[in-house]
């Protein structure tokens, strides 16, 4: 026998045993897998981007994207946080892993201040530049994006009182997840009523995030692609025909004392614009994290609908949708008559539990 082969052999052993042992998931460890609060991280490493905390932002989105390696958004992000802190080489090398995964949003990505400290970095050029060659044959390789109107089934999702009776009535709450987002981020939320007389929907918004390649976590109220679009395409007022449509139906479905339609970030903005156009269908509305940013909401509209009621709430230190938003529309409608009322609280673009029961009370005050 070569003793020599056999020390090798049993080192080798011994150092796969040691190996599988380091590497082994525990059943603790496997179990903490199953309870990892996966929105609940990114909200936080949001927070800490909306505070200026990057380090601390960075720390938290890597640690994220370990549970999820083919998460565009959170590729992207990472690169953000690079830039800001002025290493151009990772900021490069993660754009264009976030850029592989599916994102594909180049005019954001251009016009992105979080990349002004490394832009002229030859470290961070050299990626940019193959990114830009991407972009720009984006067409030639996958062919021209169009669209046609049609009738499709989007989804919704219910959350009903405990021990609901269709013989009761109830007071109707619609929630308009945000940009990005989608309803089953928002429905979490409906935790919050079971002990509530509110009846609770959250409608899926209508489009796929083009970055997501076909992800479909991710959605828009609005159309937006990187390749040239009309400067106005109508995508969401086919939002809003589908939200007015479904609150039509609910009210068919449902015995209720009142419908309230509420939204956070671009679901905000949506739910001023549609709420005060068709003011009659609702009995208020509420803006979490949004403002009035639409030309069709002039002077005439606004002085017409001001028997709504209007709540608005925001993050004072909100870097993704400035503070500014709110008091802007809280100004303008308070000075048209409105019986208006800011809930400001100190935090980022977010929607917190204690301000979300704040909001249940403002409900039924009204």
Request: aromatic share 14%.
């Amino acid at each position: 026998m070569n003793t020599l082969s056999y020390f090798k052999g049993i080192c080798l052993f011994i150092i796969l045993i040691l190996f599988c042992n380091i590497f082994a998931l525990s059943d603790t460890e496997a179990d903490s897998l199953l309870s990892y609060n996966y929105t609940g991280q990114i909200q936080r490493a949001s927070d800490l981007y909306n505070k200026g905390q990057f380090e601390e932002s960075l720390d938290l989105y890597l640690k994220t994207w370990q549970n999820n390696y083919d998460d565009s958004n959170t590729l992207y992000n990472i690169a953000c946080l690079y830039g800001l802190l002025n290493k151009g080489e990772m900021a490069g090398k993660f754009l264009q892993e976030a850029v592989s995964k599916g994102f594909a949003d180049y005019e954001h990505t251009k016009n992105d201040k979080d990349f002004d400290l490394v832009r002229n970095d030859p470290a961070f050029l050299k990626y940019w530049a193959k990114l830009e060659d991407y972009f720009n044959n984006q067409k030639s390789i996958h062919g021209e994006i169009s669209y046609l109107k049609t009738e499709v089934k989007i989804r919704y999702r219910t959350v009903l009182p405990d021990n609901f009776d269709p013989n009761k009535s109830y007071k109707l709450l619609i929630g308009l997840h945000g940009f990005g987002g989608n309803h089953y981020r928002f429905i979490e939320m409906g935790k919050l009523l079971k002990n509530e007389d509110i009846i609770f929907v959250t409608p899926q918004a209508p489009y796929p995030m083009e970055f997501t390649m076909g992800m479909t976590t991710s959605f828009s109220w609005n159309i937006f692609d990187f390749e040239e679009t009309p400067s106005r395409d109508y995508s969401g007022d086919l939002s809003a025909q589908y939200i007015l449509k479904l609150t039509k139906e609910l009210k068919k479905k449902y015995k209720l004392k009142g419908v309230y339609l509420s939204g956070f970030s671009q679901g905000g903005f949506m739910t001023l614009a549609i709420g005060l156009i068709n003011y009659k269908d609702f009995d208020g509305l509420i803006s979490i994290g949004g403002g009035i940013f639409d030309e069709r909401i002039n002077d005439k509209v606004i002085k017409k609908a001001k028997s709504i009621p209007v709540l608005i709430i925001h993050g004072k230190n909100d870097k993704t949708v400035e503070f500014s938003h709110a008091t802007e529309a809280n100004n303008q409608l308070k000075k048209a008559g409105y019986d208006v009322t800011l809930q400001a609280f100190e935090g980022a673009h977010t929607v917190p539990a204690e301000e979300f029961l704040k909001a249940i009370e403002w409900i039924k005050a009204h």
